[in-house]
């Protein structure tokens, strides 16, 4: 069983930064890929970023690249999104997803198995 719940969501302004994290917790499976998905209002949920649990690979969408950090903590079971130079576009509600096994192509939403309740990042322009 895999519980995710994220934090840290917020309000800031364009060009600023903000980071939302997802606790992870396990039980008696193992989690495999780790992965940020976002939803903006009257938009499908789109892929941010993805990571195997042992960082041997990591993703990130277009949009996010060179702006966005996933980080992981494996010891303290702890995923972060370090987000700078945020834009209005970045603006949504931001999804913690994991992964019971090891699925190629970590930016579709259905490689991923469990989803975190989401946490909101509102950009001002």
């Known amino acids: 069983q895999v519980q995710l719940v994220e934090s840290g969501g917020g309000l800031v302004q364009a060009g600023g930064s903000l980071s939302v994290s997802c606790a992870v917790s396990?039980?008696?499976?193992?989690?495999?890929?780790m992965g940020w998905f976002r939803q903006a209002p009257g938009k499908a949920r789109e892929f941010v970023a993805a990571?195997?649990?042992?960082?041997?690979?990591?993703s990130y969408a277009d949009s996010v690249k060179g702006r966005f950090t996933l980080s992981r903590d494996n010891a303290k079971n702890m995923m972060s999104l370090q987000m700078n130079s945020l834009k209005p576009e970045d603006t949504a509600v931001y999804y913690c997803?994991?992964?019971?096994?090891?699925?190629?192509?970590?930016?579709?939403?259905?490689?991923?198995?469990?989803w975190g309740q989401g946490t909101q990042v509102t950009v001002s322009s």
């Open positions: 997803a994991a992964a019971n096994e090891y699925r190629w192509y970590m930016e579709s939403q259905s490689s991923f198995d469990t």
């Open positions: 396990v039980r008696g499976i193992s989690i495999a890929a």
């Open positions: 990571s195997t649990w042992s960082g041997s690979r990591i």
